[in-house]
């Protein structure tokens, strides 16, 4: 029997490194997929359309709400960003844990549209630390950065709507955490009713001598 995945929502503050540990994750372990957004935004040097994400224009962003292909979307500093709701929907029934690398506004509609969802936020080990990232990165103007920043202050607002909490300091430790959250959430009672109500059934027939 194929159970269905685990919807697994990943924030965090710009800069706090979230790609390379997502990127890593899926790399280690096959049982993971990472959703590709929708954005409005141009790509940076190196993203390729259809990897990073589906770079589209503000129209083509619109006829995507319109058609109802997306499962939730935001506005994030100037630009859109929506999660396509096809490939969601196929990896889950495959049994994968779905990835999706979003911000807090798209994070909190998935928690209501799917309570089973696990949020996680993922931080750097200190503000100082987070800012070097964004400024070292390079791929940004200092304005953006500075929005970026403003941003996160307003994210740490959010974080109690989330159920985890990891810090991204070691790479490695932070990919090794972030699976065995979701090794325990596949044992919870209620992901494995199926599996519990054969084994009564079961026993009810072997105590009857059966
Ligand atoms: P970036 O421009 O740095 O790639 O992404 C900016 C922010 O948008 C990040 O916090 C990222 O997690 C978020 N984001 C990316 N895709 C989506 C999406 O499909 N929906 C929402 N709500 N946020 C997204």
Not at 156 to 172: K, R
């Amino acid at each position: 029997m194929n159970k269905e995945g685990l919807l697994i929502v990943v924030s965090g503050f710009s800069g706090a490194g979230k790609g390379t540990v997502m990127k890593r994750l899926i790399e280690k372990y096959q049982s993971y997929a990472l959703s590709i957004s929708a954005t409005t935004r141009a790509p940076r040097e190196g993203e390729v359309n259809g990897r990073e994400y589906f770079f589209k224009t503000v129209e083509e962003f619109k006829e995507m709400i319109a058609r109802d292909e997306l499962i939730e979307y935001a506005q994030y500093v100037n630009n859109f960003y929506g999660t396509p709701k096809h490939y969601v929907e196929e990896q889950l029934k495959a049994g994968r844990n779905v990835i999706l690398e979003i911000e807090i506004q798209g994070a909190l509609k998935i928690k209501e549209k799917f309570p089973d969802a696990v949020l996680m936020f993922i931080v750097p080990p200190s503000a100082k630390v987070l800012k070097e990232r964004l400024i070292g990165r390079g791929t940004e103007s200092l304005d953006v950065v500075h929005a970026r920043l403003k941003r996160a202050v307003e994210e740490a607002e959010g974080v109690e709507a989330y159920d985890y909490v990891v810090v991204n300091d070691d790479l490695e430790t932070c990919v090794e955490d972030i699976n065995e959250i979701i090794l325990s959430e596949q044992k919870k009672v209620a992901k494995n009713l199926t599996l519990i109500n054969n084994i009564r059934d079961e026993l009810k027939c072997f105590s009857k001598g059966e």
